[in-house]
């Protein structure tokens, strides 16, 4: 998987080592979590959620890559095997690892005990530095920026934050920082969060994504591992840090620079945490002028695709309202628009739309069939499902809860689980 020659960089002087922690349940995606894990969750037609952070990481030139993985991980195991296959010849890898029980009978019981737990993989590359990364997040990032920023702070540990307006900083982990940028608090999801130094009105929210000096980390797991605690990165490591006095550094994601980025795109960082964050990160990709670029050849986001043929669209009777028509769309390979009207939406491979149906505003996933007449509006659909012909989805809860449908009142949106069966 060859990577533009302007992007594709290694640092010769730092050996680095990526641990993608891909293991998330997501329960506030149900049901698109019922039956995969939240990194596997496709996004953009093409993509799933965890093609995102490992472009960032093999378009920097990192390319040694340890995959943590848990729940329901068949799928995201097989995405990465199939397409994520790097030149061995070069040592480079994206290596998906199970969870193991090497150091108990228990399940991941936080971000920091899922590392812990797969310490091996750490201790047997022997890295100077590890990169750990959350796998949900939709960004762009040059993580050599990042470690740059690390090597020259001195600091035991940098986290990545990003500036976020205060009022939604409510939502996030958010990291005080003093002049110089090294970090003095972290608050998780405070009432009053801290500003930014120099920005009023700006709080930095963590995004989940750290350098550790390899010693450092394999020493703050091992004493967090005899704590009594959540185990987790955000709530415990960071304030056991800061509570000695180790220095942490907070790289501020806004400096961030891209080849090829346009302006409106900088500090880009979406966590789809919940079915309408999820929703609103695919509605910003059919965007006229969209804040999240998938055209930029320079930093391109990277994914396994089959050789599907290409998308289809027919039938021109505009006196007879008979038209192939997608305005405003992503649609992928394999599909057919045969008569019918996409607007606003999201189509995935080998989706069918026949004749008069009309889907407005929702995402449709792999291999779903729309029948004639059929009309949806701001309904997620998941893989595998036909929608009987003449159906209306989307326009009235009440009934769609009727069809056994999954409805989210507060973000009006309508869910069709994976697989499902129309009575």
Not at 125 to 139: L, N, R
């Amino acid at each position: 998987m060859p990577a533009p020659p302007d992007t594709f960089r290694r640092s010769p002087s730092a050996r680095v080592l990526s641990i993608v922690l891909a293991g998330g349940e997501g329960t506030r995606l149900m049901p698109l979590t019922a039956d995969r894990a939240k990194p596997a969750v496709p996004i953009g037609g093409r993509y799933r959620l965890i093609d995102f952070v490992l472009s960032n990481l093999v378009n920097s030139g990192f390319t040694k890559i340890k995959v943590l993985t848990q729940y329901k991980s068949d799928s995201l195991n097989a995405h990465i095997a199939r397409g994520w296959r790097l030149s061995q010849m070069l040592d480079m890898y994206v290596e998906p690892v199970p969870a193991q029980m090497r150091v108990g009978r228990s399940w991941f019981r936080g971000s920091a005990d899922a590392l812990h737990q797969s310490l091996n993989v750490v201790t047997d590359e022997q890295p100077d530095y590890v990169a750990v990364f959350s796998a949900d997040h939709i960004y762009k990032m040059d993580v050599q920026q990042f470690l740059d920023a690390h090597l020259a702070s001195g600091a035991t540990m940098t986290v990545a934050a990003v500036p976020v307006p205060r009022e939604e900083a409510k939502s996030f982990g958010v990291i005080g920082v003093d002049a110089h940028g090294f970090m003095t608090s972290f608050l998780e999801k405070p009432a009053d969060p801290p500003e930014m130094p120099g920005r009023p009105g700006w709080s930095l929210a963590s995004m989940g994504n750290y350098l550790w000096n390899t010693d450092s980390l394999i020493k703050e797991l091992e004493h967090d591992a005899e704590q009594d605690s959540q185990h987790d990165f955000g709530r415990n490591i960071l304030p056991s840090l800061l509570s000695r006095g180790d220095p942490v550094f907070v790289y501020d994601f806004a400096k961030n620079e891209i080849p090829g980025r346009l302006e409106r795109e900088r500090g880009y960082w979406r966590d789809v945490g919940t079915l309408e964050s999820y929703f609103a990160a695919n509605m910003d990709l059919v965007q006229v002028q969209p804040v999240f670029d998938l055209y930029n050849e320079r930093w391109p986001v990277r994914t396994w695709a089959r050789p599907y043929p290409p998308a289809k669209f027919v039938f021109s009777d505009e006196q007879g309202g008979r038209m192939g028509v997608a305005t405003d769309s992503l649609v992928a390979e394999g599909v057919i628009v045969s008569g019918g009207r996409v607007d606003r939406s999201i189509v995935s491979p080998m989706v069918r739309v026949n004749s008069f149906a009309h889907v407005e505003q929702s995402i449709l996933f792999e291999a779903v069939d729309v029948g004639r007449r059929a009309a949806l509006r701001r309904v997620i659909v998941d893989k595998d499902v036909r929608i009987p012909e003449g159906i209306r989805i989307g326009y009235d809860h009440e009934k769609d809860k009727k069809l056994g449908l999954h409805v989210d009142e507060e973000a009006d949106l309508v869910v069709v689980p994976k697989g499902h069966r129309f009575g």
